[in-house]
Structure formats: structure tokens, C-alpha cells
């Protein structure tokens, strides 16, 4: 089902934008465009039926 496939696409971006900010020392900023991308990604799985 892809609502399966949409939460996890979500939270792997918020890991990979923790990841990102902490490599930069921008652990808020890389959460945020993290939590973004993750939103957007998920989006595209929910409307794909």
C-alpha cells in the first residue's frame, strides 16, 4: 500500500537531514529541510494509487 511506502520515504529524509546538519553543524536547519523534502516525498507516494 503506499501509504506504507510514503512513511517510510518521511522518515528517511528526516534521518538523512538530521545526518546532513550534523555534518554541517546545522542539526535545526537539516531537520527542517529534512522534515520538508520528507513532506513533499510523501505527498508524491499518497496521490500514486
Known amino acids: ?3 506504507e511506502r510514503g512513511g517510510v ?3 528517511g529524509c528526516i534521518i538523512l537531514g538530521v545526518g546532513l546538519g550534523l555534518l554541517f553543524d546545522k542539526t535545526g536547519a ?3 529541510i ?3 523534502v520528507g513532506f ?3 505527498g508524491f507516494f499518497w496521490n500514486k494509487k
Open 30 to 32: 537539516g531537520s527542517m
Open 1 to 3: 500500500m503506499n501509504y
Open 9 to 11: 520515504v518521511f522518515i
Open 34 to 36: 529534512g522534515l520538508g
Open 40 to 42: 513533499i516525498a510523501m
